[in-house]
């Protein structure tokens, strides 16, 4: 090994010899003349010692610089960016005005920064110029290479902009599968940024594309409208790839029709243990009825106190036609279980609480209505007109994962508490983190009398510690030392309740050494103080994901008025009764096109497949007693 790792160095001279060879006269007994014309530069088989050695026995210069391109890139296919960039570095000053060498120069020198952590700085290095004539291949590198470039760097606008400047060097058959990367990427931009980019102009089938997402999101949730829309655009943009054949959940989201119901059942827990858990949710759904009133549209709320399957049975009865509800997780097991037995004949009623039928009044079973449940369950019934809405502490940690992600943050550590909720938190963290890097995350559990030396022992805190003492033991008490923490770690993600936070920060904040860093620290909004000012005074800068909503100012000044006793709790709830009412008309819609995003009050929310409702949450920052929106 060591015999190996000492003959870089050499080699690296000859390089530069063998460079500095380029510029001199041209010898008059060369020992092997090299055609350029047979040296192709886009793939290096060959190991990086071999072209060097070619390239010294070479007499035109054209001819030894593909070769020592060939070597750097063979450096970089084997992970050497420092040799490669020993090349790259000799052959800059003499490099020929050649388009193809001044362009794979480019791309491996890109490929050094990119190895070495500099994106940024490589995107700036891979820049082509229009008028240069290059090899398809060579083209198609550079388009790779950029659109890699900014996934890594998380623009995915820019991105998608790439991929559509590399569509139009290709054939239509080629370009295929950059239309649908271009399509799912912008599907999941804000409509509020595509639209911002759109006004900016630009390139006219990049446009076609920012205006159709921005449609699809705008009007999704009336086809009639969005058929109208499309219509307009595929006139705007005939030769458009989209305009000849549309993207297929697009085309889906078209043919799917919306839920109009006319008679909404709620059941909810109205009496008992629960009904204090309820009743907010409650309160929501007749606040967003009351906001946009319509006779023809009527609620009817069924109490699951004395049985889920008796409420639902009632509201069949009465005619329902969509269903939202139950709470319990329990009740949701049972709603879910009476799907997969025989259907039982069903009597139509017009009273709440009518009697039972009699034989002679049975009737043919009907089909179940849609449902949107307000919880989830370890197995979900998946069906078409079923949907799974819950305020999930296991979506906010996933959802924070993406946050942090987007920041920036490569070596998260998370302190989360030893019990139930700590651990589903931390592993649905970890599962969206690894998801997102291929690394698993660093966590640490914490029970309430173990809180310091968890934190401790998270800091490598107590290693130097020890260290301290055994060189006290030596040298005497009067040698002064300080602590070291780690300085690997690039963020910390509590998960905790609002109860341990005030003590578990102040850990923190004493843990980290004068030598390193402070790091940004995150947290849920299970941490989220009420309306203690002095308490929140001492958690500062830490950031914390809620709904919308709560981090609106002002935004709950009536509920507040009407309801003073609640907490942060009772409000997310509230606004769940209230985002569970509006979603109904918008559900179908969001399930055919994943791409559709309600801007709820609790959150960003999409529908997936399965019929599970995912919240994008927004953050906050605490800054001098106040938790102010980011």
């Given at each position: ?122 995107l700036t290095q891979l820049q082509f110029q229009s008028t240069w004539q290059l090899p398809q291949w060579q083209w198609n590198n550079y388009h790779q290479m950029r659109v890699r470039l900014y996934e890594k760097t998380k623009q995915p606008v820019l991105q998608a902009r790439e991929l559509n400047d590399w569509s139009q060097h290709l054939p239509a058959d080629e370009a295929k599968p950059l239309y649908q990367q271009i399509w799912t990427l912008l599907k999941s931009v804000p409509e509020e940024t595509l ?436």
């Amino acid at each position: 090994m060591l015999k190996s790792q000492n003959l870089i160095k050499p080699t690296i001279a000859i390089v530069l010899l063998a460079s500095l060879w380029g510029c001199g006269s041209r010898p008059q007994q060369p020992t092997e003349n090299i055609q350029s014309q047979v040296i192709s530069l886009a793939t290096a088989n060959a190991t990086p010692a071999s072209y060097i050695a070619q390239a010294t026995k070479a007499a035109e210069p054209a001819t030894r610089q593909r070769l020592l391109l060939l070597a750097a890139k063979g450096y970089l296919n084997s992970n050497q960016p420092e040799s490669a960039a020993e090349i790259l570095t000799a052959l800059k000053k003499n490099l020929l005005a050649d388009p193809e060498l001044m362009a794979e120069y480019r791309i491996l020198n890109a490929r050094v920064l990119e190895q070495q952590g500099h994106l940024g700085d490589a995107l700036t290095q891979l820049q082509f110029q229009s008028t240069w004539q290059l090899p398809q291949w060579q083209w198609n590198n550079y388009h790779q290479m950029r659109v890699r470039l900014y996934e890594k760097t998380k623009q995915p606008v820019l991105q998608a902009r790439e991929l559509n400047d590399w569509s139009q060097h290709l054939p239509a058959d080629e370009a295929k599968p950059l239309y649908q990367q271009i399509w799912t990427l912008l599907k999941s931009v804000p409509e509020e940024t595509l639209e911002a980019q759109a006004n900016k102009g630009g390139d006219t089938a990049y446009l076609g594309w920012l205006q159709l997402a921005y449609l699809a999101k705008h009007y999704a949730v009336d086809p009639a409208s969005l058929v109208s829309h499309l219509d307009g655009w595929q006139r705007a943009n005939p030769s458009h790839p989209a305009a000849l054949q549309l993207p297929q959940d697009l085309q889906r989201a078209l043919n799917t029709k919306p839920y109009h119901p006319q008679h909404i059942a709620v059941l909810l827990p109205l009496s008992g243990e629960r009904a204090d858990i309820a009743e907010p949710i409650r309160q929501g759904i007749v606040a967003a009825y009351l906001a946009e009133p319509d006779d023809s549209v009527s609620i009817n709320f069924y109490d699951t106190a004395t049985g889920a399957a008796k409420a639902y049975q009632q509201a069949l009865q009465n005619n329902a036609d969509f269903i939202i509800g139950p709470l319990l997780p329990n009740e949701v097991e049972q709603i879910l279980s009476l799907g997969q037995q025989p259907s039982a004949p069903i009597v139509p009623s017009t009273t709440t609480g009518s009697a039972q039928p009699t034989p002679a009044q049975a009737v043919s079973p009907r089909a179940a209505p849609p449902e949107l449940f307000l919880n989830h369950t370890s197995k979900l019934l998946v069906n078409k007109d079923k949907y799974y809405f819950a305020l999930s502490p296991t979506q906010e940690s996933a959802d924070a994962a993406q946050r942090m992600y987007q920041d920036g943050i490569e070596r998260p550590l998370l302190l989360a508490s030893d019990d139930n909720i700590g651990h589903r938190m931390a592993e649905s963290f970890n599962v969206s983190w690894q998801a997102l890097t291929n690394e698993p995350a660093e966590i640490h559990y914490f029970s309430a009398d173990k809180m310091r030396d968890t934190v401790q022992d998270a800091l490598n805190v107590s290693d130097s510690q020890d260290r301290i003492k055994q060189i006290k033991s030596i040298l005497g008490n009067q040698i002064k030392a300080d602590f070291r923490s780690r300085r690997d770690i690039d963020a910390i993600y509590m998960i905790c309740s609002n109860q341990a936070l005030p003590l578990l920060k102040p850990y923190i904040d004493v843990n980290f050494s004068v030598f390193a860093e402070p790091v940004p620290i995150y947290t849920s909004s299970r941490a989220r103080q009420d309306d203690s000012r002095q308490t929140v005074q001492e958690l500062n800068n830490i950031t914390l994901s809620d709904i919308p909503w709560l981090l609106q100012n002002s935004s709950d000044s009536n509920v507040s008025s009407l309801w003073p006793s609640w907490g942060n709790t009772q409000k997310r709830l509230y606004a769940m009764g209230f985002d569970s009412l509006q979603l109904v008309n918008k559900l179908a819609q969001m399930r055919a096109f994943p791409g559709y995003q309600f801007n709820g009050r609790t959150g960003l929310l999409s529908v997936d497949s399965d019929g599970v409702l995912n919240r994008q949450l927004k953050w906050g920052k605490y800054w001098h007693g106040v938790l102010r929106p980011q």
